[in-house]
């Protein structure tokens, strides 16, 4: 199950609980300018104490997998992404770390 994303200009957080590996995707629909596509190898940037792996694209999303954190801890992942005209498009997705 992929936990959805709230695109850009909205700060609604993704939840997991510490003992969770989820996947959850930035859309970046919004940020994408004609018939633009998301291509090459996303990037993630965390904060320390949460760990990410495994960016994809699909279709206008970053898919990737959050584990770890510690309960009661909000952290920020950084996922960054060129597309096909030549833009590189940035995203912040907020991660509450939760054990209740």
């Known amino acids: 199950m992929i936990h959805t994303y709230v695109p850009p200009g909205s700060r609604t957080a993704l939840r997991k609980h510490p ?11 919004n940020l994408l300018t004609g018939e633009a596509a998301l291509t090459g190898t996303p990037t993630l940037t965390e904060d320390a104490g949460i760990t990410v792996a495994s960016p994809t694209i699909s279709g206008t999303r970053v898919v990737f997998q959050a584990s770890g954190g510690t ?7 950084e996922v960054k992404c060129a597309d096909d005209d030549g833009n590189t498009h940035v995203i912040e997705v907020p991660i509450e770390v939760r054990d209740n």
Do not use: K, L
Not at 71 to 77: G, L, N, W
């Open 71 to 77: 309960a009661q801890t909000d952290y920020t992942v």
């Open 19 to 29: 003992d969770e590996s989820v996947a959850f995707y930035a859309d970046f629909v």
